[in-house]
DNA sequence: TTCCTTGCAAACGATTTGCATTGGA
DNA sequence: TCCAATGCAAATCGTTTGCAAGGAA
């Protein structure tokens, strides 16, 4: 298990939780960052191997998530399917198949980007509620299921 | 348990797909068209009281889904949350509160939605991926979290 | 009569937790 | 040494299903 920048960050950000970045953690954190989407505990175990029980596999994502590492979604089907957070991944959108329910990133080119930040803006400004983060996600269907 | 024109539209539905429209499904139906926003089937179970039963409850929602008058969604916690379908409902986006948790429907004004509908449409042509529907939602604070 | 529907209880799958053990600073 | 982290098994929670009884066409 390589250390990257990436990793040390993650692992300042950790200690100030109490938490160490132990190998499990770190395993968990190199799939995710490897995957091109989010998630789920059962797909990390499929990927890791049953070398990481799958409880301690939910205690990693939950120490994770606690100290802002990464982030739950729950698009389908009621499985949590995880990812590094913005801050380390950056801000990005999510593709969701409709038909096998692959969950795959997308960013926008930066102008895109732009008008859907000032349209946040402009909504939040017309409804008592402050908006701290947008989801903005695409179903329909992959190229493979197309 | 009055019939309204939405009802009606309603029962063609369901017997269209082999499937009558009864007291139970009544219920349902009239509880999510009275809620603000999605709602679980715990809490749908708690408004509507243990006249009906979890399990009926989850079937009714299940026969509405598969002929197209409910649709699921699975914004926070892996809880599964209900609404009415766009063609009885209309098509709006959602406030997910992070505190508390409570989602709600938010109608964009038609300039908003035109633009996030042409967002929609410019993406789309720049990946390999046929978007069917956007989910665009804002998570902040609610009015009484804030 | 024929099927769809419902209720109840049992089954399920994803996730969590208690407890004893291991491991890192 | 001391407390966090782990593994295993049991528990929990939301949701689903088998089966027998009830209800509408």
């Given amino acids: 298990m390589t250390t990257t920048g990436l990793d040390s960050e993650i692992e300042t950000r950790l200690s100030s939780h109490d938490a160490r970045y132990t190998r499990g953690r770190r395993l ?3 799939t995710l960052s490897g995957s ?3 998630r789920s505990a059962g797909e990390l175990h499929a990927q890791i191997g049953s070398t990481m029980p799958l409880s301690s596999l939910y205690r ?3 120490v ?3 100290s802002g590492v990464v982030v739950p979604h729950f698009t389908k089907s009621g499985v949590a399917r995880y990812e ?3 801050w380390l991944q950056g801000h990005h959108h999510h593709l969701v198949c409709l038909d096998c329910g692959k969950v795959e990133d997308l960013s926008l080119p930066h102008s895109y980007e732009e008008k859907v930040r000032e349209l946040v803006e402009e909504i ?3 409804v008592s509620f ?3 983060n947008h989801a903005f996600e695409l179903e329909g269907l992959c ?3 197309a």
Same sequence: chains 1, 2.
């Fill in 130 to 132: 402050t908006p701290v």
């Fill in 28 to 30: 968990v954190v190199a």
């Fill in 84 to 86: 590094l957070a913005e």
């Fill in 60 to 62: 990693s994502l939950a």
């Fill in 64 to 66: 994770l998530e606690e």
């Fill in 124 to 126: 939040g400004s017309t």
């Fill in 36 to 38: 091109g989407g989010p």
């Fill in 143 to 145: 190229s493979r299921c």
